[in-house]
């Protein structure tokens, strides 16, 4: 590890400690160069398949597309921060369970769509009139009919 400082590799860690999420270990450093302080973070590296495109372009997986997605579906509804970040995890979970190297965007996509479906319908609509890419004004009228159906059931 690289002082970011100085560029001295030759460092001692001071302190351990597990990150408030769990999910990473924040190390405390001191450069054994200049003597100045820096926090490292591990995280255990995910192996996601690569995302197969409609068009069939390959690209690695971005859990900031779906985020920003979801968060734009999910404007000005009573759905808090936290509840988007469980969504976009779920829905990386998913993907990290996919046997295979590739997945196509659309299996990605669908599983975005049913956790909007349970959490908030607007949310769900918003989301798949952007993704279904609705031709017409019927195509979207029977997918409203279709949920309001679900909902009623």
């Known amino acids: 590890m690289k002082c970011p400082f100085c560029g001295d590799a030759e460092n001692k860690v001071i302190d351990s400690r597990i ?21 490292t ?4 590296e995910d192996i996601l398949p690569m995302v197969v495109k409609k068009d069939g372009r390959r690209e690695p997986f971005d859990r900031t597309k779906i985020r920003n997605g979801v968060r734009t579906a999910c404007e000005k509804r ?12 779920s ?11 590739e997945i196509p965007s659309s299996a990605i996509g669908e599983k975005v769509m049913a956790e909007l479906k349970a959490l908030d319908g607007v949310a769900y ?11 017409d004004v019927a195509e979207f009228m029977s997918e409203l009919k279709d949920l309001l159906s679900k909902g009623k059931k």
């Open 91 to 101: 829905v990386e979970a998913a993907c990290q369970e996919f046997q295979g190297e």
């Open 19 to 39: 990150s408030k999420d769990g999910k990473a270990i924040r190390r405390r450093r001191e450069c054994m160069g200049c003597s100045r302080r820096f926090t």
């Open 78 to 89: 009573p759905i808090s921060t936290e509840d988007i970040e469980k969504l976009v995890e």
């Open 125 to 135: 609509v918003r989301f798949a009139s952007v993704y279904r890419q609705f031709r």
């Open 41 to 44: 973070y591990e995280y255990v």
